[in-house]
């Protein structure tokens, strides 16, 4: 039986990505969320590590350099459910959006966040920063430019 779980690891100021590539490297499933070009982490401090806790036991995990340790409720680690990890990837995987991947002029865009979710546009062109586009929306029936913010508010439509 496979006894695996999602934890989470809080880890040392700025170490989050230092921890990550020392997970890795001892075989470990990890997941580091992370934001825009920079790679922000999502979560600043902390990331998820998937393992059996009865085979790696915690010294691993709250020793390693970079780590404050597993977060724990009590004596155990809290167990993130897995379907909290899928969503987390599911809303990253919005945010980045399908702009992040080189969208076109003219692509059919719906606004699914933010003060103007709900409309429909047409995708006009990128803006200042990697994470702001301008689109086209049908008011009143007048297309009118809009910023349309960071890039999580367009989705193709």
């Known amino acids: 039986m496979n006894g695996s779980q999602w934890y989470a690891l809080?880890?040392?100021?700025?170490?989050?990505?230092a921890v990550y590539g020392r997970l890795l490297a001892q075989g470990i499933t990890v997941y580091l969320p992370c934001l825009?070009?920079?790679?922000?982490?999502?979560f600043p401090g902390y990331l998820f590590v998937h393992a059996d806790l009865h085979e790696t036991g915690l010294g691993r995990f709250n020793w390693l350099p970079g780590s404050k340790g597993l977060v724990q409720f009590g004596d155990w680690p809290a167990v993130v459910p897995a379907?909290?990890?899928?969503?987390?990837?599911q809303s990253l995987a919005v945010y980045e959006g399908q702009v992040a991947r080189g969208m076109e002029r003219g692509t059919a865009v719906a606004i699914v966040s933010g003060p103007l979710a709900g409309y429909e546009g047409v995708f006009e062109r990128y803006s200042s920063g990697k994470e702001r586009v301008i689109v086209l929306l049908s008011l009143?029936?007048?297309?009118?430019?809009?910023?349309?913010?960071?890039?999580t508010a367009v989705a193709p439509g």
């Open 140 to 151: 009143l029936q007048k297309r009118v430019a809009v910023g349309a913010g960071v890039v």
């Open 36 to 42: 825009g070009h920079g790679r922000r982490p999502y």
């Open 10 to 17: 809080q880890t040392k100021t700025h170490k989050e990505s």
């Open 83 to 89: 379907a909290v990890v899928e969503a987390v990837k």
